[in-house]
């Protein structure tokens, strides 16, 4: 799988580790959900080869804050920041706006 060994790549893992591989594969489907409903998709569509890149992004943004999934805000001397359960501002730039309904 392609975005696996990407995410890999990118979060310094070797190839072959596949110790984690589990978990990176849940955090992968935990994406493709939620791009799939921030585009306003149906389920049939596959996030994996539309928008590769963003997917991966969420991937090891996830991967990355692991172990402070509760954590709502932090602080570190003057530095502050959040964490939002929603994606990203820089993956959401990684894909088109969302499709408007129309009722």
Do not use: C, H, W
């Not at 955090?27 to 939620?34: A, C, D, E, P």
Request: hydrophobic share 40%; glycine share 8%; proline share 3%.
């Amino acid at each position: 799988m392609a975005i696996l060994d990407d995410v890999k790549i990118l979060v310094g893992l070797d190839l072959f580790d596949i110790s984690r591989d589990d978990i990176l594969n849940i955090y992968i489907r935990r994406g493709v959900t939620l791009i799939t409903k921030y585009l306003r998709r149906t389920a049939t569509e596959d996030v994996t080869v539309l928008y590769p890149d963003a997917l991966i992004e969420y991937v090891v943004q996830v991967y990355r804050k692991k172990g402070n999934e509760g954590l709502k805000s932090f602080g570190q001397g003057s530095r502050l920041g959040s964490y939002g359960e929603e994606l990203s501002d820089s993956v959401k730039s990684l894909l088109p706006k969302p499709s408007i309904r129309m009722r």
